[in-house]
């Protein structure tokens, strides 16, 4: 039978150094909260529960677990006094019971789901606890993970490492996985008499060794273990997570020509054969389909672009937005929750919004859907094959019907019928010979002027 699994997060740090109001785990790399990251990568190991420890007053953490996985629980670790006192605080989801126990850190978005599993396969070896170590560039103020052959003997934090201990590079990146039937004895067992008076979680593993439990170390790559502190280190990992997914989404298929210049979410779907031109900004939830090509300087948030559909450059897609295939975009139109069926075209520099616009219509430059009236939002319809003059303002709720004109410059405040031809505007009077009688005009005007 499957092994089954619970995975504890550490979230209750005030993460002073983000100087935020915002709870440090809820800051976000590719679109979403870090905490997120990790507890997605918590079910993509197959973790059968999350159980998140936050610190007191955390409402908007707690908000985020139950929205992010309605099976996870939360705990409130009231005082800071350890990382062992924190897993402590989630006392009752360990009692429930778990093969696998994996300890976790909030603020450690980059950490995969491979690792997990890695550790979950050394636990199901019959290992008590399994620690993830990395080989550090500078390892001040990590704690070391010291060897002996193939056991973890002991991690010993910085503060208390002897000058010999702290030449040790591998380090414990903080997460650790222990057998769920151990996990609360040695957990009870923990002190807090160190030289920061806390509950070390990493005093399991010279607990584990007294009572004969065998203890591993796990090595995963730094770049994975890295903690968010700053604002700064914000930056980092978010500049690692770009490229990481850039990468993937060549290897799947996808034509970058400048991929340090394109900005992805953590769900942005984007198909094979999908052709991105350089410097455009994908914002949560856009999926875009195979063979279409996007041009520069887009921006997307929301949005479902059809197959070879032709968008941009400067494209401004707004949630809600479904291009069917082989519609076009062009540079500077924004669209706005509307439904644009199949070959449809919306050239240049228009606003629609709260729409649905039928297959194969044409919407000349500079058309507005007029859709909000300063309080209420109304809907434009336009027909299959219609054809929008240029500068044409519609004024919803209007229908335009299937295969009708609209006259440029038209500001249509009434349903167009099908096939009619729709036009609100002055008319068009010529005036013979007035030309010269206007110059004559302007010429008095500016002598008088220059006299005075
Ligand atoms: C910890 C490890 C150290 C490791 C390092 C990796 C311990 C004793 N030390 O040190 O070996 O190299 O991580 O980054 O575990 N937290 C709580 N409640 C607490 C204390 C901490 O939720 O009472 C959370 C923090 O928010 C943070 C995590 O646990 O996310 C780690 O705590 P922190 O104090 O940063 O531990 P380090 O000293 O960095
Ligand atoms: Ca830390």
């Known amino acids: 039978m499957a092994r089954t699994c619970l995975s504890l997060i ?11 109001k915002l709870p440090k785990v809820l800051h976000e790399v590719a679109n979403i909260p870090m905490l997120a990251h990790v507890m997605r990568v918590c079910s993509e190991a197959k973790s059968d529960k999350i159980a998140v420890v936050i610190g007191k007053g955390s409402e908007l953490v707690i908000d985020i677990v139950q929205k992010e996985n309605p099976n996870a629980s939360a705990h ?17 989801a360990i009692e429930q019971g778990a093969d696998d126990i994996l300890v976790l850190f909030g603020d450690t978005p980059l950490l995969t789901p491979e690792t997990l599993t890695n550790m979950r396969n050394v636990l199901a070896e019959g290992v008590a606890v399994v620690v993830v170590g990395f080989y550090a560039k500078d390892p001040t103020g990590y704690g070391r993970l010291l060897e002996d052959g193939d056991k973890l003997i002991a991690i010993r934090e910085h503060a208390e490492a002897t000058e010999e201990e702290r030449t040790v590079d591998f380090c414990n990146g903080g997460i650790m996985g222990l057998s769920g039937e151990q996990a609360l004895a040695l957990l009870d067992a923990v002190d807090d008499n160190n030289a920061k008076g806390e509950y070390y979680l990493t005093d399991v593993v010279e607990i584990a060794n007294s009572k004969g439990l065998s203890v591993k170390a796990l090595e995963a790559p730094e770049a994975e273990l890295i903690g968010v502190n700053t604002r700064n280190g914000l930056a980092e990992v978010e500049l690692l997570w770009q490229n990481t997914a850039r990468q993937k989404l060549m290897t799947t298929g996808v034509t970058m020509q400048s991929p340090e210049t394109v900005f992805l979410s953590a769900d942005t779907i984007i198909e094979p054969d999908v052709v991105l031109e350089p410097n455009i900004v ?5 999926h875009v389909k195979s063979g279409a090509k996007i041009k520069a300087f887009s921006h997307f948030e929301g949005a479902v672009i059809g197959e070879n559909a032709d968008i941009g450059p400067f ?10 295939s082989g519609t076009k975009v062009g540079n500077f139109v924004e669209v706005k929750n509307a439904k644009v069926h199949e070959g449809a075209k919306i050239n240049h520099l228009t606003y629609v919004g709260d729409a649905e616009i039928g297959s194969k219509a044409n919407i000349g430059a500079g058309t507005i859907t007029c859709n909000y009236d300063g309080m209420n939002k109304h809907k434009t319809t336009i027909g299959e094959g219609a054809f929008i003059g240029s500068n044409s303002a519609l004024v919803a709720p209007v229908t335009i019907g299937d295969g009708a004109y609209v ?20 008319k068009q009077a010529n005036k013979e010979g007035k030309g010269d009688e206007i110059r004559a ?9 220059s006299a005075k």
């Open 407 to 426: 006259a440029s410059g038209s500001v249509i405040t009434e349903d167009v019928p099908g096939n009619a031809l729709g036009i609100a505007r002055g």
């Open 76 to 92: 409130v670790q009231t005082e800071r006094l350890g990382t062992a006192h924190a897993v402590l605080a989630a006392r009752e």
């Open 441 to 449: 005009r302007n010429a008095a005007l500016k002598a008088k002027r």
């Open 282 to 286: 994908f914002g949560p939830n856009v």
């Open 10 to 20: 550490l979230a209750a740090g005030e993460g002073t150094r983000m100087r935020s």
């Open 315 to 324: 494209a401004r897609l707004r949630p809600g937005t479904k291009l069917a």
